[in-house]
């Protein structure tokens, strides 16, 4: 016992001294207090990387999780691990902290749970989940997993994030079949859509496009902008902080004089690798691309062109190249040409039936049809595409005459590679039996060559002196903008750069175009997010494949963006809605009478039209588009009923309803499969409502860019 006070006095002597330090370091600077804080409903919240629900979600309950997660990928991916993927691991922890607290509140509320009786039956049961036996490489595999894990750390460790996976899933499963079961259509409801769906309205109209008005004619007032603005005030809810950035990228281009340094370096490597007695792992230590050709023997009508022509007429121990070939330069051995007329390469095509189930009659009745499709070839063997494009049953290739192209041996068993290897060519074989059902063939092409090649490939990557000028080069446009944000455009048109606009930047992101690497756009979303508006980035931003310079050019922060941020986005409906003004107003002075006559009285830019078949649900109409407003409007007309100007999304309009077509009754039979239907949709669509409207009612908040 005094052994353990007297670590626990340690530790917390310990602990003053780190709490002393920290306070010192927080007088010093306001760093930490920059990157622990972030501003929540008017007050700063320390170690906050976000709210979910109403509730603090602590940098501390997060950062545990994510090491967890981190460690167990780690070991699962033999400490290998890229920028995406920890990325990617990232989100997934998000996305749990957000499932546990909005639809595990929601789980917990309405007595939704797994037991553990529940959970072991799924795992060890007679019937497992499928996921789990997925997981463990086999059904015999779960059971025998689920004993060892009490003595297997690494397995337990396993075993317990499946079982977090199973418990999730089979609680959202039970949550959507409570959704679906409440789900209820009513014969009334049914009666209503069946109509929205299938009344047709005929009409014809007097119609200006606001397009027919030119801007110029036009002038819009700040007070028109703020209007606007009031009125769709909820178009502009900002549900989390957002950045804009504009960007130019220096790409990592390797230079000529790189190209040249990788060509005399394998040029140097031709006599030791023409020499080299285990040829393939002598180009596999030499090679630094991921696209590195086998070294097997193959079919050489397989070869590409370059390939082709660059070993044409060379012998064996032979060494071509080096040469470039896309962005990689290749050196290539002519390690070995053999022949083999017991396993030749063969080019096939093929006509496949399958059987319809597993049942006797099924396998015979197919039988019967491949026969009568070998009698119909034997009659006129120039039939087969025709036949093939038919009856065959391999939708890979029966579009194409059948043809599967030179034939790796293995793919349909071992009776079809014995047939196809002994076939004669140019002749109709069949049936043969295959795991994939009853086969004719064609042998059309067979060649008894193969050819092994030992290939050295380089990718041309840029130099440290390459990317030291590049870097130059990139640090002189910071230099030359000196931090102002109105130099951005000019300086990188002077020197001919492309400036790019980026996307809406939000925590968690992990695209920004043109830019590859999560770590870098991590880095760009996290000096937006926490920077000011107008601001250049003061270094430089080093991404797998380019140099970035950046600049802030919009922050939106959580709420409602402000007018300003959103003018030029409405700059176009504000017009419209001035030029409507205009069209009501000339409207207004031409006596009502036959469209004709009210067209010519307008003069220029109207136009008079009929359009048949109106539906309520389509929000189309003939000749003018989707236009959701006009539709709302021509469905309370009565038939014979005129209009009055109609302000619409694509235009103004006077409408007369010439007539109106009901549907038919449906009888009680059809009524009812009707609803059915409806009810089936409505099912499906409940779950994803239900989740977006838990999501909406947590307010949730992400901080994360705070702290990564």
Do not use: C
């Not at 130059?472 to 790019?500: C, H, M, P, W």
Request: no cysteine.
């Amino acid at each position: 016992m005094a052994g353990v006070i007297n670590s626990i006095r340690s530790r917390g002597t310990m602990l003053m001294i780190i709490i002393g330090l920290a306070m010192v370091t927080f007088i010093m600077t306001d760093f930490l207090s920059q990157i622990y804080m972030v501003v929540y409903g008017g007050e700063i919240q320390r170690d906050e990387v976000g709210r979910i629900g109403g509730k603090k979600l602590t940098y501390t309950e997060y950062a545990q999780r994510l090491k967890t997660d981190m460690e167990t990928a780690a070991r699962t991916n033999q400490g290998s691990m890229d920028d995406m993927q920890r990325n990617q691991i990232a989100n997934q922890v998000w996305e749990k902290f957000v499932i546990d607290r909005t639809f595990g509140e929601e789980y917990r509320a309405l007595g939704i749970e797994v037991t553990d009786a529940e959970l072991k039956d799924m795992l060890t049961g007679p019937d497992p989940d499928p996921q789990a036996v997925q997981w463990f490489g086999g059904k015999e595999n779960v059971s025998v997993a689920y004993t060892q894990a009490k003595n297997n750390p690494q397995l337990r460790e396993q075993l317990k994030q499946i079982e977090e996976y199973l418990s999730t899933t089979k609680q959202q499963n039970k949550y959507a079949a409570l959704l679906r079961n409440g789900t209820f259509v009513s014969k009334a409801e049914a009666a209503r859509k069946y109509k929205d769906e299938n009344t047709k309205y005929n009409i014809s109209f007097l119609a200006v496009n606001y397009n027919a008005i030119p801007d110029s004619a036009v002038k819009i007032t700040d007070a028109d902008y703020t209007q606007y603005y009031q009125e769709n005030i909820e178009l502009f809810k900002q549900p989390r902080k957002e950045a804009l950035i504009k960007y130019v990228i220096f790409p990592k281009t390797p230079t000529r004089r790189d190209t040249l340094a990788v060509m005399e370096m394998l040029e140097g490597m031709k006599k030791e690798f023409a020499l080299a007695e285990d040829d393939s792992a002598y180009a596999a230590a030499r090679s630094n691309s991921e696209f590195v050709p086998p070294s097997e023997i193959q079919n050489p009508a397989d070869l590409d062109s370059v390939t082709k022509s660059r070993i044409k007429g060379v012998g064996v121990d032979s060494v071509v190249g080096p040469f470039l070939d896309g962005k990689s330069v290749k050196l290539i051995k002519v390690a070995e040409r053999r022949s083999d007329p017991a396993r030749p390469f063969v080019k096939v095509r093929h006509i496949l039936v399958v059987p319809k189930g597993p049942k006797t009659e099924d396998t015979t009745e197919a039988l019967t049809k491949i026969i009568n499709l070998k009698f119909q070839l034997d009659a006129d063997k120039s039939k087969f595409d025709e036949i093939a494009t038919a009856e065959s049953q391999d939708q890979k290739t029966k579009f194409k005459g059948g043809d599967l192209g030179w034939f790796k041996y293995g793919t349909y068993g071992d009776e079809f590679d014995a047939a196809v290897a002994k076939a004669e060519k140019n002749k109709i074989f069949g049936p043969i039996k295959s795991k994939a059902g009853f086969h004719l063939y064609e042998v059309t092409d067979r060649s008894t060559e193969g050819i092994r090649l030992a290939t050295i490939v380089y990718d041309i990557e840029p130099s440290g002196q390459t990317l030291d000028s590049l870097r130059k080069t990139a640090d002189g446009f910071i230099r030359e903008t000196e931090g102002k944000a109105a130099l951005f455009d000019s300086v990188a048109q002077k020197r001919n750069y492309q400036v790019q606009f980026s996307q809406p930047i939000s925590s968690g992101g992990s695209f920004i175009a043109g830019i590859q690497g999560t770590g870098a756009v991590s880095a760009i979303a996290r000096w937006a997010l926490n920077g000011k508006e107008k601001t250049v980035s003061e270094r430089l931003f080093e991404a797998d494949n380019a140099l970035v310079v950046a600049m802030i050019h919009q922050l939106n922060e959580e709420g409602y963006k402000p007018l300003a941020n959103v003018k030029d986005q409405i700059k176009s409906k504000v017009a419209e809605k001035a030029k409507a003004k205009l069209i009501l107003e000339k409207l207004s002075k031409i006596p009502p009478g036959d469209f004709e006559t009210m067209r010519n009285a307008y003069g220029q830019g109207a136009f008079v039209s009929k359009a048949d078949n109106i539906s309520f649900l389509s929000g189309y109409v003939p000749g003018v588009g989707n236009d959701p407003k006009l539709i709302g409007a021509i469905f309370k007309l009565k038939k014979g009923q005129t209009s009055k100007p109609i302000v619409g999304s694509t235009g103004v309009y006077i409408v007369k309803v010439e007539d109106v077509v009901e549907p038919q009754p449906q009888d009680e039979k059809m009524a009812e499969e009707y609803r059915l239907g409806l009810q089936t949709s409505k099912r499906s669509q409940i779950l994803n409502k239900a989740n977006q409207g838990l999501r909406d009612h947590a307010q949730i908040k992400d901080y994360r860019y705070n702290f990564e």
